[in-house]
T-cell receptor, first 116, second 114 residues
Framework: GAVVSQHPSWVICKSGTSVKIECRSL??????MFWYRQFPKQSLMLMAT?????????EQGVEKDKFLINHASLTLSTLTVTSAHPEDSSFYIC????????????FGAGSRLTVL | GNSVTQMEGPVTLSEEAFLTINCTYT??????LFWYVQYPGEGLQLLLK?????DKGSNKGFEATYRKETTSFHLEKGSVQVSDSAVYFC?????????????FGTGTLLAVQP
């Protein structure tokens, strides 16, 4: 079946540094990828929708200059948390939607970010 | 607005016990409803779904019925196994079937003991 790989699965960084998280569709082309964030004991919240070759669409309240999303190819989207702070510590999950009219989402296993 | 509320975990059960995880929703229009499961170290996987009132989704012994009158989509299984231990997410799509704009609940951790 379809597989989405997310890397790294966990990362610890110092406050003020930037962190990049990759989301790859391994055996299918993903025209659209989604990025979610989950704080402890809270819901998964959609952060942004990225379409290959175009700018990401951010949900209300998500800072686009802080959470840079790049979807340069049909199999790779990246989320960069710039100048990370402790309040950015969270669980980040991506999902990929197959193209060709298929209405199926495949999720990555998530990336745990801890900012010290 | 649209939202999903599900029971807090963890839920701890013995093998072969009956499982219910409650989920209620608030939505405008006619949403589709989903249950996703996340096993340790893996991504969320679609477990079952229902797209209209009174529909019953089922898979792997799990069932959930779309109840419009009570705005609920409770997950049930008659006899759980250790392998069912995972986090279960209730979700809705406010666009009548499209899965791209999912709204999730907080997730419920299920731990099944032998």
């Amino acid at each position: 079946g379809a597989v989405v790989s997310q890397h790294p699965s966990w990362v610890i960084c110092k406050s003020g540094t930037s962190v990049k998280i990759e989301c790859r569709s391994l055996d299918f082309q993903a025209t659209t990828m989604f990025w979610y964030r989950q704080f402890p004991k809270q819901s998964l919240m959609l952060m942004a929708t990225s379409n290959e070759g175009s700018k990401a669409t951010y949900e209300q309240g998500v800072e686009k200059d802080k959470f840079l999303i790049n979807h340069a190819s049909l199999t790779l989207s990246t989320l960069t948390v710039t100048s990370a702070h402790p309040e950015d510590s969270s669980f980040y999950i991506c999902s990929a939607q197959q193209g060709g009219g298929a209405n199926v989402l495949t999720f990555g296993a998530g990336s745990r970010l801890t900012v010290l | 607005g649209n939202s999903v509320t599900q029971m807090e975990g963890p839920v701890t059960l013995s093998e072969e016990a009956f499982l219910t995880i409650n989920c209620t929703y608030t939505a405008t229009g006619y949403p589709s409803l989903f249950w996703y499961v996340q096993y340790p170290g893996e991504g969320l996987q679609l477990l079952l779904k229902a797209t209209k009132a009174d529909d019953k989704g089922s898979n792997k012994g799990f069932e959930a019925t779309y109840r419009k009158e009570t705005t609920s989509f409770h997950l049930e299984k008659g006899s759980v196994q250790v392998s069912d231990s995972a986090v279960y997410f209730c979700a809705l799509s406010p666009y009548g079937g499209a899965t791209n704009k999912l709204i999730f609940g907080t997730g419920t951790l299920l731990a099944v003991q032998p």
